[in-house]
Every structure is written in C-alpha cells, then in structure tokens.
C-alpha cells in the first residue's frame, strides 16, 4: 500500500509543479520547450523501469504474478511503449479539438493539465475492472484479444476516412443541452457569467470532449497493455507515466502530425500482435524481450518509414 501511496503523491507533486512553477502564466508552448520535455518525460519513464526493478527485487508491493524484477521491469517498459505509440491517433483528434473550438495556444496547456486529472481518474477504473475480469473469467482473455485484432482490422481498412468533427459529437450536443456553452474566450477560465447566466467557455466543453474521447481511446489501449501484463500496479504505472508526457508529446507533434503518416501502420502492427498474444497465450509463450522488442521494432520502422517517405515526396515536389 506505502508504494501506491507514494506513487500517488509523486504524481501529484509533478502536476502541481507542472501548473504552479513551470507553467504558471499561460503562453505559448515552443518547439524547443515541447522537444525538451518530452525528452525529460520519456527519460524520466526509462529510469522509472529501474525503481519498478528495486521495487520487486524487494517485495515491497503484492506480486499476484510473481513476477522476477528483470522481468517487471521490461514489461513496464514494454506497456510504456505502447501506450505511448498508441497516444499517436489521441495527439491528432486532440488537434482537431482544439481546432474546431478555436483554443488559442497559450491556453491549450491549461486544457489538457485538467485533462490529465481526469484521465488518471478513469483509467484507473478502467485498469481495475480490466484486471478483475481478467483474474475472474478466463474468457476475458479471449474478448480483449478478438477486439484489439478488430480495432487493429478496422484501422487497416478504414485508412483514415472516418473524419471527426467535434461539434457534430455526441458529446458536444449532449453539453449543449446540460448548460449554457459561450463562444467567448474569458482568458484561461472554464467558466463565464454573463447578464446572471453563468456559461461554460469553449475551453471547457474542449476540455470535455478530450476526456470523453480519452476513454474511448484507453478501450483500445488499457486491453493492449492487460495483453502484456495483468500486474496492477505496471499497468497504472506505465498509463500514467505515458499520459503525464502526453501533453509535451502534443507540442512536439501536433504540427508534425503528417510526416508521420506512416506510423499508423506500426499501430495495427502492434494492436494485432497484443490480441494474438492475448488469444494464443495458452499455446505461444512469448518471452518479455520478444514483446518488447517487436513493439520497439514496429515504432521505428513506422519512424524510419514515414521520414524517408515524406523526403522523397519533398524532393519529388523540389524538382
């Protein structure tokens, strides 16, 4: 219990730094300053691998799986890693939020620190339920599998059509209706009072629609990551871990978001190996490292890929 304890108190420590120290005045965030604390997060993440080692090196949290340290490690890594990969589509309908509600830049930081809370909150409960059914039905295993394949198949062959626009969301009708929404930006506030009408900025009904659109996006990642590990205490740690770099991650990319282009293959790559993991389990015993490193592998490659596509198309363009 010390160790959760703990690790809700880090986390806690960090936004509260991150919103009353680094970004206490909105402005706007640079490329240089997104390129670095994405850096920060993602080394952070790494060396976080080394405390979930001494951690299970000495049994200072329940080890349902009985794990070895070595191996708690890489799976944290690993689950990471794909929550990080899959945040990819998230970054881009984040841009198509903000877009459509038109949120200046200095204040979409704000947004999305809110944004952060709420998704801890809602992951954690996804994360719990997803264990329990895990521990308590065999054939969870089996349905998490066959819809990350389904997800994976529908991205393939869908490519991209499907086109979201968040004032034609649910969502967005749905708010409508509950409150009184202002198109008038009252600096960083949720809020507004107008002639005795108190009426929520589009900051925050953006703010609602990323939340909202962040639990439809863990449906797919919090199964992915159950497929590598069904430990707790990984799994929360490596979705917080890549969530809190969420925010640096979407000023390093959201302009960036088309040389990219290609990643979205190594993302059906890695959906479909997790729910193949998960249906062949009883059959194939892949080991850690050969989880790890297939999901390493693809993420480079749909880097590697999509940077030497988009110079071709450049020079093609040139001459």
Do not use: C
Request: proline letters at 3%; aromatic letters at 16%; charged letters at 15%.
């Amino acid at each position: 219990m010390m160790v959760w304890i703990s690790f809700f108190v880090i986390v806690f420590i960090i936004l509260a730094l991150d919103l009353g120290v680094f970004n206490k005045t909105p402005h706007i965030i640079s490329t240089k300053e997104a390129t670095k604390w994405t850096i920060i997060w993602v080394t952070l993440s790494f060396l976080f691998s080394g405390v979930i080692y001494w951690i299970y090196a000495n049994d200072y949290i329940s080890n349902p799986d009985e794990l070895k340290p070595l191996a708690a490690s890489i799976k944290f890594i690993t689950g990471y890693l794909i929550e990080l990969s899959l945040s990819v589509d998230n970054i881009f309908v984040i841009a198509i939020i903000f877009s459509a509600f038109k949120i200046p830049q200095k204040y979409q930081h704000r947004v999305l620190f809110w944004g952060i809370l709420g998704a801890i909150v809602f992951r954690g409960l996804m994360i719990f339920f997803g264990v329990l059914l895990i521990h308590k039905f065999f054939w969870a295993t089996y349905l998490f599998g066959f819809f990350l394949i389904f997800t994976a198949m529908k991205m393939l062959f869908t490519n991209g059509e499907e086109k979201f626009e968040p004032k034609k969301s649910f969502v967005y009708k749905s708010l409508k209706k509950l409150i009184p929404i202002s198109n008038h930006i009252d600096k960083e506030h949720f809020f507004v009072k107008r002639r005795h009408i108190t009426a929520a900025t589009p900051l925050f009904v953006a703010l609602v629609v990323i939340e909202v659109m962040d639990v439809v996006f863990a449906i797919d990642s919090v199964p992915a990551i159950l497929a590598i590990t069904s430990d707790p205490f990984l799994v929360f740690s490596s979705n917080i871990f890549a969530i809190l770099g969420l925010r640096s991650m979407y000023f390093f990319l959201a302009n960036m978001l088309e040389k990219f282009s290609y990643l979205e293959y190594s993302l059906i790559a890695i959906l479909s190996f997790v729910g193949l993991k998960m249906l062949l389990h009883e059959l194939i015993d892949i080991p850690e490292w050969g989880s790890l490193v297939f999901i390493a592998v693809a993420l480079l490659s749909g880097i590697i890929v999509s940077l030497r596509m988009n110079k071709g198309e450049d020079s093609e363009r040139n001459i």
